[in-house]
């Protein structure tokens, strides 16, 4: 059974700047992980002419299918080249359901509640796939 594996990040006000997901999702496909990716159910939501459009959805609805798919993964990867209160609460559940955390950040002093909550942080995308590639071989 493969591993399944969560990209986290930032979306709101970086809704047109999804593209770390692609390559996120690239890394894990060629070393065998399924992708779980929320962008892909939600991006229909983020509009960016529309302001705080979560005002207008079920709150509660959006939240709680973000977390099953966070109990959901083996392993979740926190993209954060800034920070985001979405991709920090995700991260801070899958920590406390026994997920392995890792952050993909190149930000200098990451919070400690980032780094304490995280089982390896990274700085770039090169870095993330040689872990993946140690971690793949459990698979």
């Avoid at 593209?19 to 996120?24: A, D, L, P, T, V």
């Avoid at 109990?71 to 609460?89: K, T, W």
């Avoid at 995280?118 to 872990?131: G, N, V, Y």
């Amino acid at each position: 059974m493969k591993k399944k594996i969560f990209i986290s990040g930032p979306i709101q006000g970086m809704e047109t700047e999804q593209e770390y997901r692609k390559i996120i999702a690239e890394i894990c496909a060629k070393l065998g992980f399924e992708v779980i990716d929320p962008w892909k159910r939600e991006k229909i939501l983020y509009r960016t002419e529309v302001p705080c459009w979560w005002e207008k959805v079920p709150a509660a609805d959006f939240v709680k299918r973000d977390l099953e798919d966070a109990e959901r993964c083996d392993i979740m990867v926190v993209y954060l080249p800034r920070l985001s209160a979405g991709a920090c609460m995700e991260l801070f559940y899958a920590k406390q359901k026994g997920k392995k955390i890792i952050v993909v950040s190149n930000m200098g002093c990451l919070s400690p509640w980032i780094v304490v909550h995280s089982d390896l942080i990274k700085t770039c995308f090169e870095d993330l796939e040689e872990e993946l590639k140690k971690l793949s071989s459990s698979i």
